[in-house]
């Protein structure tokens, strides 16, 4: 059985994606962020550079890097850099 996450796109990730957020299915077991992250890249080569950069958070907290586990229902936060005054 398979549920999703969603991720939600911030700054240049979001323009790399074309999207604020999507739902992505991982197992019932869970995943890591870079699993559910790597496949999105692949569909969308423009967020690979983004990401090598970012900083993530799960649920709202954010996490050491990308070996970070989701669950089902969980929330995934792409921060990119962020520049400006």
């Known amino acids: 059985m398979k549920s999703s996450v969603r991720v939600r796109f911030f700054a240049t990730a979001r323009e790399a994606m074309g999207a604020a957020s999507v739902d992505r299915e991982v197992p019932a ?22 990401l090598k950069g970012s900083r993530f958070v799960r649920n709202g907290r954010y996490v050491g890097g990308p070996r970070a586990r989701v669950a089902p229902g969980d929330e995934i936060g792409v921060h990119p850099p962020y520049s400006g005054g």
């Open 29 to 50: 077991s869970g995943s890591t962020i870079g699993a559910v992250l790597s496949g999105l890249a692949e569909e969308h080569p423009r967020l690979k550079p983004v």
